[in-house]
């Protein structure tokens, strides 16, 4: 059931309807009913591993936490006749037990998303690699196995949960069907954003008020993911995927702007539907965390990823990069480096080593692709690098006596920025595989075959002149917009300050040019993350 399609929308002003009607403490259940409603409406086999999911950490929490009570109430109770050696060898245990269980539980949830979404693809790499050694090796691959919608983002995020529980960041949800409904709720179910326990409960178990400013600001958001969405990605995805499914019948300069092309379409899909989410929870009065933050405005691939899909950034930066950067081992290193290659490299080596590690578990993420691996090693390797020589970066800048406070130096950093980003979607973007990938970046700069830019070959690829000019014109809005967020103005708290004329007006505007101007295809308008 895709947010694009009437049905969809039935079946939410219905389960809104319902949610206001009913008592303030079931409205809460009721979310849980209509959410796993939504995700059988995909089909009955795929809700087992949802519910898997939901009852593994749920299980998981509550055993790592009365691991943890018995052991505090163990160290109390025999305070006076237990030593300091025999207090901390009773945590370490303790400490361990829980890390089994956390673990375990892990595994599990991991597991079965390793197992369908990368089983096949392990298994024919491994072979290959035997195969390189003159061993013939016959592995049998795992039947095909649809993917379940949102199966990595569930996972995430009922993990999230149970590293929160066994940090002892909060204490574990008594009630299943809650830690059902933090999984399973249903607008974020298909591409996320990716949830905290903690931050979403307040607004998603305490069965909110009506109140008509979040319907009108969640309608709000709603239609400006579907201008987005409909007027901009859907488009722009037309010429993306002529381009990319023949890559080498283009020289480079077709292909520099597919990869632009290919920018506006995942930014608008991806952002867009992210809005769409937003909205949708905003109605039921449940707030959910922003995923993008005018990411093409980055002065560096860093921070770049600080503004795109900010809560698996964020996911990535909490569970993976702290713990394997402040682990024991990355320590160790990093004590050894300062003696023997300086306080920067020293302290520099680890951050860089789990960056590494942090893009490498983004590109398998996108994937089981080596396009994507690469994909996600090529940022990482930007990141690291970027780093590494940053007083060498900085020495440069004080030799050539750049300001950086200047606004043409800014300006080329978001420049700068801007191309290397798109450097990378050519491997996430290359369904030919990534040979095919570097080919076309070298073609960008070596072999531009100019004369290919002409009106017959843009007609050819399925758009006509009017496409085109709606594209720039969506493309100049949207510029604009971000602009004036990025200056830290609310835009949807400014329009409610207008008189009611001015603000129906523009509702009126949007969704007329919605209807009018969005692109619909014969194969449908589905989101580019929802398989994920």
């Known amino acids: 059931m895709s947010f694009t399609i009437a049905l969809f929308w039935c079946f939410t002003f219905g389960g809104i309807l319902i949610y206001y009607l009913i008592p303030s403490n079931i409205r809460w259940v009721w979310l849980l009913i209509i959410s796993y409603l939504y995700y059988l409406s995909f089909g009955k086999k795929n809700i087992i591993f949802l519910i898997f999911a939901s009852v593994v950490v749920y299980i998981g929490a509550l055993i790592v936490e009365k691991i943890q009570r018995k052991s505090d109430a163990y160290i109390s109770n025999n305070k006076?006749?237990?030593d300091k050696?025999?207090?901390?060898?009773?945590?370490?245990?303790?400490?361990?037990?829980?890390?089994?269980?956390?673990?375990?539980?892990?595994?599990?949830?991991?597991g079965i998303l390793a197992v369908i979404k990368y089983g096949n693809f392990a298994l024919l790499n491994i072979s290959?690699?035997?195969?390189?050694?003159?061993?013939?090796?016959?592995?049998?691959?795992?039947?095909?196995?649809?993917?379940p919608i949102g199966l990595s983002f569930f996972t995430f995020q009922s993990v999230s949960y149970l590293i929160d529980v066994y940090q002892g960041k909060y204490k574990a949800e008594r009630n299943l069907f809650k830690i059902c409904l933090f999984v399973s709720f249903f607008p974020q179910i298909m591409q996320g954003p990716i949830g905290r326990y903690d931050r979403l409960k307040t607004t998603l178990f305490t069965g909110n008020t009506f109140q008509l400013k979040n319907i009108q600001h969640g309608l709000q958001r709603v239609l400006w993911g579907f201008f987005k969405k409909l007027i901009l990605a859907d488009r722009a995805g037309v010429f993306v995927n002529y381009v990319f499914l023949t890559p080498d019948n283009y020289g480079g300069a077709m292909c520099i702007l597919a990869v632009l092309m290919y920018s506006i379409q995942l930014y608008m899909d991806?952002?867009?539907?992210?809005?769409?989410?937003?909205?949708v929870a905003q109605m039921?009065?449940?707030?959910?965390?922003?995923?993008?933050?005018?990411?093409y405005f980055s002065k560096s691939i860093g921070e770049f990823w600080r503004r795109w899909h900010i809560t698996l950034g964020t996911w990535m930066k909490d569970y993976i990069f702290y713990p394997f950067c402040l682990s024991r081992s990355m320590n160790k290193l990093g004590k050894w480096g300062k003696k023997h290659l300086g306080k920067h490299l020293g302290t520099t080596i680890p951050i860089c080593l789990s960056n590494l590690l942090i893009f490498f578990v983004v590109g398998v993420w996108h994937g089981a692709e080596w396009r994507y691996i690469i994909y996600g090693m090529y940022n990482g390797i930007i990141i690291a690098f970027s780093n590494l020589m940053e007083p060498v970066?900085?020495?440069?800048?004080?030799?050539c006596h750049i300001n950086q406070e200047r606004y043409w130096w800014k300006i080329f950093q978001i420049v700068r920025t801007f191309v290397l980003v798109n450097i990378g979607w050519v491997f996430d973007c290359s369904v030919a595989g990534v040979s095919s990938a570097f080919?076309?970046?070298?073609?960008?700069?070596?072999?531009?075959?100019?004369?290919?830019?002409?009106?017959?070959?843009?007609?050819?690829?399925?758009?006509?002149?009017?496409?085109?000019?709606?594209?720039?014109?969506?493309?100049?809005?949207?510029?604009i917009i971000s602009v004036?967020?990025?200056?830290?103005?609310?835009?949807?708290?400014?329009?409610?300050?207008?008189?009611?004329a001015l603000r129906w007006t523009i509702y009126y505007l949007l969704i007329v040019t919605i209807f009018v101007f969005g692109y619909v295809t014969d194969t449908g308008s589905g989101f580019l993350y929802a398989n994920f």
């Open 80 to 82: 006076a006749e237990l």
């Open 85 to 110: 050696e025999q207090k901390k060898k009773k945590k370490n245990i303790t400490k361990h037990k829980k890390r089994v269980v956390l673990v375990v539980a892990m595994l599990l949830n991991f």
């Open 128 to 147: 290959s690699i035997v195969g390189a050694f003159g061993i013939n090796a016959t592995w049998g691959l795992f039947g095909k196995i649809a993917m």
């Open 270 to 279: 991806f952002s867009g539907g992210i809005d769409i989410v937003i909205g």
């Open 284 to 295: 039921f009065g449940v707030s959910m965390d922003e995923n993008f933050r005018q990411p």
């Open 393 to 399: 970066y900085k020495f440069g800048l004080k030799k």
């Open 439 to 479: 080919r076309m970046i070298a073609r960008m700069f070596t072999d531009l075959q100019l004369g290919q830019l002409n009106s017959d070959m843009f007609i050819r690829i399925g758009l006509v002149n009017m496409d085109y000019i709606i594209l720039a014109i969506g493309c100049l809005i949207v510029f």
């Open 484 to 500: 004036i967020k990025e200056k830290g103005v609310q835009i949807r708290e400014k329009v409610d300050t207008k008189p009611i």
